[in-house]
T-cell receptor, first 113, second 113 residues
C-alpha cells in the first residue's frame, strides 16, 4: 500500500517556466511534509518542508502548497533553471509519533533551455 | 566536515555471498536509517535505529540485517536470502527520532555479478 502518491513520474519544463509536482496522502495522522532533491549519484537533500498548520511556505523560488481537506500538497518551482534538473521526492511522517519518513516514488525533472 | 560517509561507492556481490555496506556519521545523531532506491520506486525503508543497541524492521527488511553497536555506525548486511539485491542503498540520520531533518549519505550502488 503506497502511503504517499506522487505525480508526475517525469516532467520536462522550459527554462524560466514553472515546475509543479503533486503528492497525495491517505493517513490523516501525518503532520510533517518535506520535499527532497536528489542529483544523480548523490543522496537526497532536504529542500523545503511544511506542517499542516499553514497552507503555503515559500523559500526563494520553491513553494509548498498544502491542502489539508484534500490531503494533497505540491511543490512549485518558479523560474525553473537547468540546475534544478534532478529527482524530487515528497515525503510524510507522523512526527509526534517519531515515525520514519515515508517517501513518494519521485519525479524526474528536466529543465531545458 | 560533519556528515554521513557510506562505503564503498560501488559493490559487487556474487551468488550466495553476504556483503556489508558501511555507514558512519559524525553528526552525533541518535537515529539512523537504511533506504533502498530502485528506479521509479522511490525510497523504501529497510531498517532503522533510534538508539544504540536497538533497531526496528522497515517495510522491506527480508534478506537484510543490521547492527547498532556504536552511535556513529549502522552497517547493513545484504544476505544471500535477498534474491534481488541490485539497487542504490542510502543511509541517513537525524538528530533524534523527533527532529525532522534527515541527512543522507552519498549512497552505495550494489550490483550482482
Amino acid at each position: 500500500q503506497q502511503q504517499v502518491k506522487q505525480s508526475p513520474q517525469s516532467l520536462i519544463v522550459q527554462k524560466g517556466g514553472i515546475s509543479i509536482i503533486n503528492c497525495a496522502y491517505e493517513n490523516t495522522a501525518f503532520d510533517y511534509f518535506p520535499w527532497y532533491q536528489q542529483f544523480p549519484g548523490k543522496g537526497p537533500a532536504l529542500l523545503i518542508a511544511i506542517r499542516p498548520d499553514v497552507s503555503e511556505k515559500k523559500e526563494g523560488r520553491f513553494t509548498i502548497s498544502f491542502n489539508k481537506s484534500a490531503k494533497q500538497f505540491s511543490l512549485h518551482i518558479m523560474d525553473s533553471q537547468p540546475g534544478d534538473s534532478a529527482t524530487y521526492f515528497c515525503a510524510a511522517s507522523i512526527n509526534s509519533g517519531n515515525t520514519p519518513l515515508v517517501f513518494g516514488k519521485g519525479t524526474r525533472l528536466s529543465v531545458i533551455a | 566536515d560533519g556528515g554521513i560517509t557510506q562505503s564503498p561507492k560501488y559493490l559487487f556481490r556474487k551468488e550466495g555471498q553476504n556483503v556489508t555496506l558501511s555507514c558512519e556519521q559524525n553528526l552525533n545523531h541518535d537515529a539512523m536509517y537504511w533506504y533502498r532506491q530502485d528506479p521509479g520506486q522511490g525510497l523504501r525503508l529497510i531498517y532503522y535505529s533510534q538508539i544504540v543497541n536497538d533497531f526496528q524492521k522497515g517495510d522491506i527488511a527480508e534478506g537484510y540485517s543490521v547492527s547498532r553497536e556504536k552511535k556513529e555506525s549502522f552497517p547493513l548486511t545484504v544476505t544471500s536470502a535477498q534474491k534481488n539485491p541490485t539497487a542504490f542503498y542510502l543511509c541517513a540520520s537525524r538528530r533524534d527520532s523527533a527532529n525532522e531533518k534527515l541527512f543522507f549519505g552519498s549512497g552505495t550502488q550494489l550490483s550482482v555479478l
